[in-house]
């Protein structure tokens, strides 16, 4: 077994791998536009960055008396990839500085790599796909449809890994990637280690009073990162 084979390491979608400045969230509000028709739908007041899809989803339709059984919820989803698919272009998705580097640094060391998101997993990859990873790279992960909160994804994503690689995983051996606060609440509820970053709408300074254990501009310096994670 290689050396890091017992490390995993989960990364966070937006504002960690890449950004869409805005065309993922208005391709969501079109999709609700297209389901139901126009009713105003609007994210005012409602906190994005580190939410769940599937968590919008209902309470969207819950704010508008709308029915959010599992039949619609499919529908959506089929209807916001279709709507992602046309907004989202290379020009408008940035890529986070050091990321293909890093996932390709953990892989190569052996450790496992997989995705804990809020995004449902179509789009998942969808979006990581406009800034060049595939499942190759992220073979497995939690989604925003596979629990009520993040906090549920963790233990799902580790399963999931564990299932995929052959082997389990010690939570003090698994590392969760994210820019909220959200992020690393769900690596420190289960014992996981948190990296912040901060290339979302959280300062590294407020990811490590939410309790990251490293928080960090960006994931640009590989060694300093890599050798963080694969201590
Ligand atoms: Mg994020």
Redo the contacts with the bound molecule.
């Keep these: 077994m290689d050396a890091h084979a017992r490390n995993l390491v989960l990364f ?5 791998l890449l950004r869409t400045e805005g065309a993922g969230v208005a391709a969501m509000l079109r999709a609700f536009s297209r389901l139901h028709g126009e009713r105003g739908f609007s994210f005012e007041g409602v906190e994005i ?2 939410a769940l899809d599937g968590l919008l989803f209902a309470r969207m339709m819950a704010q508008h008396g709308l029915p959010g059984d599992e039949g619609t919820h499919a529908e959506f989803q089929r209807i916001y990839a279709d709507e992602l698919a046309r907004a989202l272009t290379p020009s408008v998705v940035r890529r986070m500085p050091g990321t293909t580097e890093l996932v390709g640094a953990l892989r190569d060391a052996g450790a496992g790599v997989g995705l804990l998101t809020g995004n449902y997993e179509r789009t998942a990859h969808l979006k990581i796909a406009l800034v060049g990873f595939d499942r190759t790279h992220f073979p497995f992960g939690a989604f925003g449809a596979d629990g009520p909160s993040r906090r549920h994804l963790t233990p799902v994503a580790i399963e999931r890994a564990a299932a995929h690689l052959g082997r389990s995983f010690d939570p003090a051996r698994v590392t969760i990637i ?3 606060p959200h ?1 690393i609440d769900c690596a420190k509820a289960h014992g996981c280690r948190a990296l912040g970053v901060g290339t ?1 709408p959280y300062s590294p300074e407020r990811l490590l009073a939410a309790g990251a254990d490293l928080a960090v501009a960006d994931l640009a310096d590989l060694a300093a990162i890599r050798g963080w994670i694969l201590r």
Excluded: E, L, V, W
């Design positions: 966070d979608i937006d504002g960690t960055a580190g994210g820019d909220t992020d979302g």
